[in-house]
């Protein structure tokens, strides 16, 4: 999966993705760097991906600069023509796809079971809850 061009630097796809339990290939590039924790990351003598991989990522030194798409119609006031966006690799892409294919069952359901306690730490509710508690300590 990767983000829109058209500026939208959160990744929606990637959040309804993992908030669906399903194994998320992102790209790690603006705001998927905050939520996504890829399981190719871990080395595989490390047993604590087990509660902090949600994904398989692939890394900005994995990807291509591209100018960013309709900046002139969409950001005007914003374009200077020196935008660019990271798009992943197709060579990385294949990479991990083989590897989700190949991945064991039990750890695509970890995998998805992670994304989705990810996605809840940025539901509104659970912020409005966090903010709530933060000022009552306060």
Request: glycine share 8%; proline share 3%.
């Amino acid at each position: 999966v990767s983000q829109s061009r058209y500026g939208e630097a959160w990744g929606n796809s990637f959040i309804d993705s993992m908030g669906l339990g399903k194994l998320t290939i992102g790209h790690k590039v603006g705001g998927p760097k905050d939520y996504m924790v890829g399981f190719n990351e871990f080395d595989e003598t490390e047993n604590y991906w087990e509660e902090h991989a949600n994904s398989l990522t692939i890394s900005e030194y994995e990807s291509v600069k591209e100018p960013v798409f309709g900046m002139n119609e969409g950001f005007p006031f914003l374009f200077s023509a020196k935008e660019n966006w990271k798009n992943p690799s197709v060579c990385a892409i294949m990479e991990r796809m083989r590897t989700a294919y190949t991945l064991d069952e039990k750890v695509k359901i970890r995998l998805g079971k992670n994304s989705m306690k990810t996605v809840y730490k940025f539901n509104y509710s659970n912020f409005a809850e966090q903010y709530h508690r933060h000022n009552a300590l306060l």
